[in-house]
Every structure is written in C-alpha cells, then in structure tokens.
C-alpha cells in the first residue's frame, strides 16, 4: 500500500505543469505560442532562456523527488523507478487534462539522475551537445534518452545497475520517443521546429507543425 500510494504521489506531482505556472504569472497562454507545448524548450522560445531554466529545473526536480523519495522511504528499486515513471507520465499526461502534457524530457533526466546517476550524466551530456550542433531541442531529447539507455544498459552488464532501474529508464525512454513520434516524422521531412523557433527549412509551415522535445 506505501508503494502504491508513493506511485499516485509521483504522477500527481508530475501533473504540476510549471511551464503553464510560469505562463499565467506572465500573462502568456503558451499553448497557443511557440510550439503549443507545455515545456521547458517552449518556455524559453517564447520567453527566453532564463525563464526556460527555470521551468527546466522545476520539472526535472519532480521526477528527481519522485524517485529519490521513493528510495528514502525504503521502497526498494521496483517502486523507486515505478514512481519515476510515474511522474513523468504525469507530465506528459496530468490528470486534469492528459492532452494538455509535455514531452517528458526534463523530468525523465533528472529520474535518470537519481536511479542511475552516470547515465543520468550521459544523457544530459548527449542531449546538450546534440541540442547545441543541430538546434533541434528534439533531438537532443531523442538522443539523450537512446544515450542514457546505452549507459544502463552497460551498467547492468557490468552489475553497476540492478534490472528493476533500467526496467524503469527502458519504460521512460519508451515514453518519450512515443510522445515525440510526431517529431520524429517532422525531423523525416525536414519540417522540425529549431530550438529557438523556426522549421530547418524556414518555412512559415515548418514553424507552425514544430513541437518541442
């Protein structure tokens, strides 16, 4: 019962959009500016960087706290990355409104910190080296997360890493890619919005189909 009263913890936390908090106190509905997502990548295309490091932390510390207080309460590694998944869900999907989520790529980060703390630094290394080459916020999410699997899936080789965490990092990969599907298709044709607005191809139609990572 703790542990499953410690997951509906995590993905209530997850549902707290700080992108929509940061909104409303600027007088910004970022739904319909930017790419329309609720993340950090749009924080900062519509309002800048700071702005978007602060949503940035705030939502990467909800998957960090989910799963570092499901290890400090002794809930062992099954329910530790079953929160952490949780609270990304959350964010992707919040229960007030499932379509009205982010992409998940900040809190699955900072998840990934706590489960598996050098992996966590891989994909964050990855994810910040690729956003920097190709400006595509995307990417660096898609590549981060391939990257941190890779690292995990070392760290379980090597007996670093138990099976239950990288079950729960293969779950939260899984979910990213999935909500960044349509990315991928856009990224395929050419289409995918820049980190700081506008399509590769710098159409007005590139600009309008964008989404974030």
Same mark, same amino acid.
């Given at each position: +019962?703790?542990?499953?009263?410690? =997951?509906?913890? %995590? ?9 929509? !908090? !940061?909104?409303? =106190? &600027? ?10 997502? @609720? ?10 960087? #700071? ?5 940035? !932390? ?10 570092? #207080?499901?290890?400090? @309460?002794? @809930?062992?590694? &099954? %329910? ?10 959350? *964010? ?15 809190? #699955?980060?900072?998840? /990934?910190?706590?489960l598996a703390p050098l992996a966590g630094a891989v ?5 910040? +080296? ?13 590549? #981060?997360?391939?990257?941190?699997? @890779?690292a995990a899936g070392v760290g379980v080789g090597v007996?670093?890493?138990s099976a239950s965490r990288f079950g729960g990092l ?9 909500? *960044?599907?349509?990315? =991928? ?25 964008? /989404?974030?990572?």
């Amino acid at each position: +019962m703790k542990a499953a009263g410690a =997951i509906l913890l %995590a993905y209530g936390l997850g549902s707290c959009l700080f992108a929509a !908090v !940061v909104g409303r =106190i &600027v007088g910004r509905d970022l739904r319909r500016e930017g790419s329309g997502n @609720l993340g950090a990548s749009n924080v900062q295309r519509v309002l800048g960087l #700071g702005p978007g490091l602060v949503v940035f !932390v705030l939502d990467g510390a909800k998957g960090a706290a989910a799963a570092a #207080g499901a290890l400090a @309460l002794g @809930l062992g590694d &099954v %329910a530790a990355s079953a929160c952490a998944f949780a609270a990304v869900l959350g *964010h992707c999907a919040p229960f007030w409104n499932p379509r009205a989520g982010g992409k998940g790529a900040s809190t #699955g980060a900072f998840a /990934t910190c706590v489960l598996a703390p050098l992996a966590g630094a891989v994909a964050l290394c990855s994810a910040l +080296m690729l956003r920097v080459t190709t400006k595509k916020a995307s990417l660096g999410t898609l590549g #981060g997360a391939g990257a941190a699997l @890779l690292a995990a899936g070392v760290g379980v080789g090597v007996g670093a890493l138990s099976a239950s965490r990288f079950g729960g990092l293969a779950a939260i990969a899984v979910l990213i890619a999935w909500r *960044h599907r349509g990315n =991928i298709a856009r990224l395929r044709r050419g289409e995918e919005l820049g980190a700081t607005g506008g399509s590769s191809d710098g159409s007005a139609e590139g600009r309008a189909k964008g /989404t974030d990572g």
